[in-house]
């Protein structure tokens, strides 16, 4: 049996229908991945675990979670500390809204607890810093939390983004393959804190130097490892750069 062609206005109503059941289907997802509710597990000072994805918290920068700071003369394990105050305001579920994705793929989110915000917290105590680089919302925080000598800043420590460089430029360092004749420096070397400023790299000739600040040629150096002191850097293989 022959049937007549829809109409174009049919043609319509039938379109905004099927965008309509599209639009219902996806608007759940949607409102899923702008904001996370649930009980949350602390990995570090700035990344929580919350209904089974990780969550970076956006604008702050946490000491890392084997970082350590210097008090008094003392070593101390800042990061595990930092971590410990976060796990402290998360005991009820935590709701996140979400800020899209950072380069390691973690959702970025700004989360709270019964009303308190998270990101703020660490920051206004002491327990993060406030992450410039992506944003300023917490920077007045940071500089209150200075002032008073909260948490951290009542220590010497490196700042977490340049311990993790130093890191990574150490694993590198090791992986690399050293010239023939010549070991590789080690991979013992106590990891760097406090105003740690002296730059080792494998010149030209392959060479293990360190540059020390004011040296010629220190601001033009890449730092593929940083060491607190001289005798620091001699155990672990390197020379001192000759001055002319």
Not at 57 to 85: N, T
Not at 150 to 159: E, K, M, N, V, Y
Not at 217 to 229: G, H, L, V
Request: with cysteine; net charge positive; charged share 25%.
């Amino acid at each position: 049996m022959l049937t007549r062609p829809a109409s174009a206005s049919a043609l319509r109503a039938m379109s905004l229908g099927l965008a309509f059941v599209a639009a219902s289907v996806m608007l759940p997802y949607a409102s899923a991945v702008a904001q996370l509710t649930g009980p949350a597990e602390v990995a570090d000072g700035d990344t929580l675990n919350v209904a089974g994805l990780r969550v970076r918290l956006h604008g702050i920068d946490a000491p890392e979670y084997k970082q350590v700071c210097e008090r008094d003369g003392v070593s101390w394990a800042c990061g595990e500390e930092s971590a410990r105050q976060l796990r402290a305001l998360v005991s009820r579920p935590v709701r996140c809204r979400t800020r899209g994705t950072d380069d390691y793929g973690r959702m970025l989110g700004v989360c709270e607890v019964n009303g308190i915000e998270l990101n703020r917290a660490m920051v206004a105590n002491g327990w993060a810093l406030a992450f410039r680089e992506y944003s300023q919302d917490y920077v007045a925080d940071e500089v209150r939390a200075k002032a008073a000598r909260l948490g951290i800043w009542a220590s010497t420590f490196q700042l977490p983004q340049d311990f993790r460089h130093a890191n990574e430029a150490r694993a590198e360092a090791v992986a690399r393959p050293a010239p023939q004749g010549r070991a590789s420096p080690r991979a013992s070397v106590p990891a760097p804190m406090g105003h740690c400023a002296i730059k080792g790299n494998r010149n030209r000739r392959g060479q293990w130097i360190y540059h020390l600040p004011g040296m010629p040629y220190y601001e033009a150096t890449r730092a593929e490892e940083i060491f607190c002191t001289e005798p620091e850097a001699q155990a672990a293989g390197y020379r001192r750069a000759i001055v002319k």
